[in-house]
């Protein structure tokens, strides 16, 4: 009796898991511009069953929803692609978190796994569909630029400003093919801070292991870095362009974790000033949508490393 209860409680999860799933996916797909951000939170899911169920339960989720994935987009693309590697980083965010690593090793095994396995199954599809990487991912920018200038079509943007971008269009195109690999690193890193702060009060409230990283809100990144954003910096100085994509790429990939460490300060004072929630998830979202409040947040980071906002001792820098 006591194990049929089992089952079925382990039964209703995995249903709970893949309809969860599937709501992000459909709202992800379906939802203009909302989509976007809805597609943050697919791991979310897979991370938390995978931690609850353990692996061989957990991992029936992810496999069932990425069939129903395919059947719902008509067969595989770089779309199904892309939701499989946000299903596969919960996965290895769950078992990472078994190991109690640090956050920036969590976070860094983590999406190397995910972009290294990426860039093999790329490679895979390439082959079966008989195009060269280049020629899909530049097939497949073109088609979300062209996406997006319908959007803004149906939004009502004036005429005149549809007229700039489509002229602008090929050299967005050409800027972004090149910018892929930094914007694939940027967002897969976001993604994984995000999803590991989020299931932290969800793996509290379900008394799930969650390992101690310590207060992210004294996060600091590694002072080394702050060389790399330099050089970068100058490599967009040089006029070969090449060279200034690949500062360019150096560039968004290191602000990134410059904007997890402004974060990190900007939530240091929320909690020391005790702001309500209501005002503290207005701010947030004040500085996800507003690229200047972004800009400042990124700044807090960058020059962090010689005003120490937090007034940190350094023998507590972790």
């Known amino acids: 009796m006591v194990f049929q209860t089992i089952q079925r409680d382990v039964s209703k999860d995995i249903i709970s ?28 899911p897979t991370l938390f069953y995978r931690s609850k169920l353990g692996r061989k339960t957990g991992i029936v989720i992810p496999i069932i929803t990425i069939i129903m994935m395919v059947a719902i987009l008509g067969g595989a693309s770089i779309d199904i692609l892309f939701f499989v590697e ?23 095994y983590a999406c190397s796994s995910v972009i290294i396995t990426g860039i093999v199954c790329l490679f895979f599809y390439s082959n079966f569909s008989n195009k060269g990487i280049y020629a899909l991912v530049a097939e497949y920018v073109g088609k979300n630029l062209e996406l997006t200038l319908s959007i803004y079509e149906n939004m009502g943007v004036k005429q005149e400003s549809i007229q700039v971008i489509e002229a602008s269009l090929e050299n967005i195109k050409y800027v972004l093919i090149r ?9 897969t890193l976001f993604v994984s801070w995000t999803n590991l702060l989020l299931a932290k009060p969800i793996f509290k409230n379900r008394k799930l292991l969650y390992p101690e990283f310590g207060s992210l809100k004294l996060w600091k990144a590694p002072d080394f870095l702050v060389w790399g954003i330099i050089g970068c910096g100058l490599l967009l100085l040089i006029p070969d362009k090449t060279i200034k994509i690949f500062g360019l790429n150096g560039v968004l990939i290191l602000i990134t974790v410059y ?32 690229q200047i409040v972004l800009l400042v947040v990124i700044g807090l980071g960058f020059f962090d490393m010689w005003l120490n906002f937090r007034k940190l001792e350094p023998n507590k820098n972790n």
Do not use: D, H
Not at 93 to 102: A, D, F, Q, R
Not at 264 to 287: D, G, H, N, T
């Open 259 to 290: 904007f997890f460490q402004g974060t990190a300060i900007v939530s240091f004072y929320f909690e020391k000033k005790r702001l309500p929630l209501l005002l503290r998830l207005f701010l947030y979202s004040l500085i996800a949508l507003q």
């Open 17 to 44: 898991g893949i309809t969860i799933t599937c709501l992000i996916f459909g709202a992800s797909v379906y939802l203009p511009i909302i989509g976007f951000f809805c597609a943050l939170f697919i791991p979310l």
């Open 179 to 187: 910018i892929i690999p930094a914007l694939t690193v940027a967002f």
């Open 86 to 108: 946000l299903l596969l980083l919960g996965f290895v965010l769950s078992e990472l978190m078994e190991l109690n690593l640090s956050i920036e090793k969590t976070v860094l």
